[in-house]
């Protein structure tokens, strides 16, 4: 049981709009930033969005976060048939005094 | 550019012990902070450890504590995990993470992660 919740699976067809959330508490989401990361099996985690809504260099803007009390969100737009993977959401949690993730969500392109 | 290469992991009984190395370069390792996170096969990513930029403090995940240690050798450039009493529950792929922000201390933001080492607890 993770201590923030995704959906374990979403879908879209290409040129979709899909939306990913994430619910916390007021320990973690409520407090501290919300970063996203997309993960394929067998390789390194890459860092998607930080800080709520801040996309690193490199990350096409089809991708965008935002985050709203205790919830936050990952938008893809056009959606690409690689865009197929694992998405988490990661917050600090101050009561539990160490970072957290989702539980993970698998994205599917129909 | 910025390289974060794990090793140490293999299969190890349970109750014995195993440290994880993990090699930096490409960057100014000492003003970073450093994570451990691993993925138990089938389960989510799941953070492990956190140490800061300057070795002065240590977080850990309650399944971890008191029995893995994280530490940090800012003159070898290399960051370690130390597990200790290993149970079944604890085979994963463990990463190496950095911290995105100079001097940064108790964020998720990883912009750069390691290829990740398999532990595997069995008898």
């Known amino acids: 049981q993770s201590v923030l919740t995704q959906p374990p699976s979403a879908s879209g067809t290409p040129g979709q709009r899909v939306t990913i959330s994430c619910s916390g508490s007021?320990?973690?989401?409520?407090?501290?930033?919300v970063n996203w990361y997309r993960h394929l099996p067998g390789t390194a985690p890459k860092l998607l969005i930080y800080?709520?809504?801040q996309r690193p260099s490199g990350v096409p803007d089809r991708f965008s976060g935002s985050k709203s009390g205790t919830s936050a969100s990952l938008a893809i737009s056009g959606l690409q048939s690689e865009d197929e993977a694992d998405y988490y959401c990661?917050?600090?949690?101050?009561?539990?005094?160490?970072?957290?993730f989702g539980g993970g969500t698998k994205l599917t392109v129909l | 550019q910025v390289q974060l290469v794990e090793s140490g992991g293999g299969v190890v009984q349970p109750g014995r012990s195993l440290r994880l190395s993990c090699a930096a370069s490409?960057?100014?390792?000492?003003?970073?902070?450093m994570n451990w996170v691993r993925q138990a096969p089938g389960k989510g990513l799941e953070w492990v450890a956190l140490?800061?930029?300057?070795?002065?403090?240590?977080y850990y995940a309650d399944s971890v504590k008191g029995r893995f240690t994280i530490s940090r050798d800012n003159s070898k450039n290399t960051l370690y995990l130390q597990l200790n009493s290993l149970r079944a529950e604890d085979t994963a792929v463990y990463y190496c993470?950095?911290?995105?922000?100079?001097?940064?201390?108790?964020?998720?933001?990883?912009?750069?992660w390691g290829q990740g080492t398999l532990v595997t607890v069995s008898s």
């Open positions: 993470a950095k911290i995105r922000g100079f001097r940064a201390t108790t964020v998720t933001t990883f912009d750069y």
């Open positions: 490409g960057f100014t390792f000492s003003s970073y902070g």
């Open positions: 140490i800061l930029y300057d070795g002065s403090n240590k």
């Open positions: 007021s320990s973690n989401i409520g407090s501290n930033t």
């Open positions: 800080s709520d809504d």
């Open positions: 990661a917050a600090w949690d101050d009561s539990l005094n160490g970072g957290v």
